[in-house]
Structure formats: structure tokens, C-alpha cells
């Protein structure tokens, strides 16, 4: 099958996955491999802007790497990598430095929530993190970057930068990426308030076990005007519902959705039924995820497998853009 084109898409080495993560980036992954010539990089430079201890990098790249290729994220299919591994992304993240305004990476808000994310290490890594994200992009010819609405502006801005260098230096060298817009549903932590996030502590990771993934639903918020049992509830503001949407057959949802409004069906049974129903969910992608954990040099190997194939990319494109610049 002729492939569509080029789709490029990285993520920062945070560990073991959530359901966030997987909803989010992860499934969509898995489902554009087949139409499109696909690299997918864990991005442990771009890490590097905002980690205070860099102790558990190599850990958290390899159990990133066991989710995505346990999900479907095939590593012969795509490319699959680790940033760092192909050396010619730092080489052009410094030239596309050069014709970056220092203003527009200040004044970008993405900037503005680092700096008061960050406010004791504001570097100059941090400043340049659009820069070396447009490198990663366009080092690999790729023609499509996935992405909810709210990042277009990071895909405007590596399409600019394409633009001034290629004006600069007279070039078609690069290419102008553009935006594949997909909608993923929303997940919410176990809180019910915010957005599932590691770092707020409400998230569930796909590869928990049955055990931790129970403990977890039954701990979820539902409901809050809920307060008996023979209260009546309303699905539309719970969010153990909005996951059954997800994990649970239609014909269920619409039983839940029906027993909940006239308290025919407890929190506590709603919620074991979708623990159960998410386990199921995820048994064969944790049984995959088991495999690859057995020998991580096997995974460490596919890394390296996947950089290699990235770096042919990477290289052809730096022969022109160091011609284009007149670079050696
Ligand atoms: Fe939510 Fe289910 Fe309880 Fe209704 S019964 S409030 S849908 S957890």
C-alpha cells in the first residue's frame, strides 16, 4: 500500500503510561502506521529543559518504550527511536537557531507557563525548546505532525522556521509540515477535576496490575451530589461514566446511564464493573508489555534499530542543508 506520507510525532520520557497518554497519543499512533510512513521518537534532549535529576531517564525512556510498543507501536512498520540517538538533531537545532528571533521564542506562551512552571531554572534550553521541536520535525522530511487544536501554534511555528531558513539560504531543503488534526477524548484524573497527569498523582497507568487498576476506579470520584446509595445519580457529571464510554459496551452504558438517574445501580458495583471491564481492556497489551520486560536489551536494541534507520533520514537532509549554507 502506497503510504500517505510522512507523520512525525515525539514524546518526553515520562515512565509508564496512563490512560491519558494512551487516549490521548499512544492508540492514535498505533492507528496511523497504516496509512502513513511513521517516526516516533521519545525525546529525552527535550526532557532535559525541565528535569531537576536525570537518575531515572534511561528507566522511564525504557518503560515508555514497553507501552508504546506493547499498545501496537510497531518498530518495523514505523521508526521507532530515541531522540538523542541520532546526533544530527542537535546540529540542526543550531542552525535553526540562527534564524530564530530571540522575541518570538519569549513571547510565545508556551514560554510564558515554562518560565512560571520553572521559575528556578529558567534555561536556556528552556527558551529554545519550540527550536529544537522544529528539528525534530523537519531533520526527518516529515510531512505531518498529529496534534490536538490547542498545539497548532507549535506546528505554525516550525512551519516558519522552515520558511525564514529556506528564504535565507535560497533552499527547498526543508519541508513545510503540516498539522494532522485529531480529537481525543478528554480523560480525567481519578479526582474527577483535572486532567489525568503523573504529576498531579490521579493518573492510572495501562500496565498496573488488575489489583491496582480496582484499587484506583474504587477510589475515583463520581457523581458529587451522590450521597447515598438511594440517591439518584446523574451520569452526565461523573466521570467513572465518561470512562465507561470508553471500556464498556453500549448496551451497558445505556443500562448504567438509565439505572444510575432512578438509583437502580450503587457507585460502588458501577465502578467494579468498569475496574473489570478496563482490566479486560488492557490484558493483552499488559501480557505483550511482559514479554518485551523480560530482556530490555531487546527493546535497547530495537532503539538503536530504529535510530539507525532515522539517522539515514536525518543525514540526507543535513548534506542539503549544509550545502545550502555552504557548510563543509
Ligand atoms: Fe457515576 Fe455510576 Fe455512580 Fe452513576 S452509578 S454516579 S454513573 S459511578
Not at 528571533?101 to 508556551?110: A, E, I, Q
Request: aromatic fraction near 8%.
Amino acid at each position: 500500500m502506497v503510504k500517505k506520507g510522512r507523520v512525525f510525532s515525539g514524546a518526553r520520557p515520562t515512565g509508564r503510561q496512563h490512560l491519558g497518554n494512551y487516549f490521548g497519543a499512544i492508540s492514535n499512533y498505533v492507528a496511523l502506521q497504516e496509512e502513513y510512513d511513521c517516526v516516533y521518537c521519545i525525546v529525552d534532549l527535550h526532557a532535559l529543559t525541565t528535569l531537576e535529576s536525570t537518575r531515572d531517564l534511561r528507566k522511564n525512556t525504557l518503560e515508555m518504550a514497553w507501552d508504546w510498543l506493547a499498545a501496537g507501536i510497531d518498530p518495523v512498520k514505523s521508526i521507532v527511536f530515541v531522540q538523542s540517538m541520532v546526533r544530527q538533531i542537535t546540529e540542526l537545532h543550531t542552525i535553526l537557531s540562527m534564524v530564530t528571533p530571540l522575541g518570538k521564542l519569549t513571547d510565545l506562551p508556551t514560554f510564558k507557563e515554562k518560565v512560571r512552571e520553572n521559575p528556578h531554572n529558567i534555561n536556556y534550553g528552556l527558551v529554545g525548546y519550540p527550536v529544537l521541536m522544529s528539528a525534530d520535525i523537519v531533520l526527518y522530511k516529515s510531512n505531518f505532525v498529529p496534534v490536538g487544536i490547542d498545539q497548532s501554534p507549535h506546528i505554525e511555528f516550525a512551519r516558519e522556521t522552515v520558511r525564514s531558513f529556506n528564504f535565507r539560504y535560497n533552499t527547498n531543503a526543508l519541508i513545510e509540515p503540516q498539522a494532522k488534526f485529531t480529537s481525543f477524548p478528554k480523560i480525567m484524573g481519578i479526582d474527577g477535576v483535572n486532567k489525568m497527569s503523573k504529576s498531579l498523582n490521579n493518573d492510572i497507568e495501562i500496565a498496573a496490575t488488575p489489583e491496582e487498576t480496582t484499587k484506583l476506579v474504587m477510589q475515583m470520584v463520581t457523581d458529587p451530589q451522590r450521597q447515598r446509595r438511594s440517591d439518584p445519580g446523574n451520569p452526565d457529571v461523573c466521570n467513572v461514566f465518561s470512562l465507561h464510554k470508553i471500556f464498556t459496551s453500549p448496551e451497558q452504558v445505556a443500562s448504567i446511564n438509565s439505572e444510575c438517574r432512578r438509583a437502580g445501580i450503587g457507585c460502588v458495583d458501577c465502578k467494579k464493573m468498569l475496574a473489570a471491564n478496563m482490566n479486560d481492556y488492557f490484558t493483552p497489551l499488559r501480557a505483550r508489555r511482559m514479554e518485551f520486560q523480560k530482556d530490555p536489551d531487546v527493546t535497547w536494541d530495537m532503539l538503536r534499530d530504529g535510530a539507525k534507520r532515522a539517522s539515514v533520514i536525518a543525514e540526507t537532509t543535513m548534506v542539503e542543508v549544509r550545502k545550502a549554507i555552504d557548510l563543509p
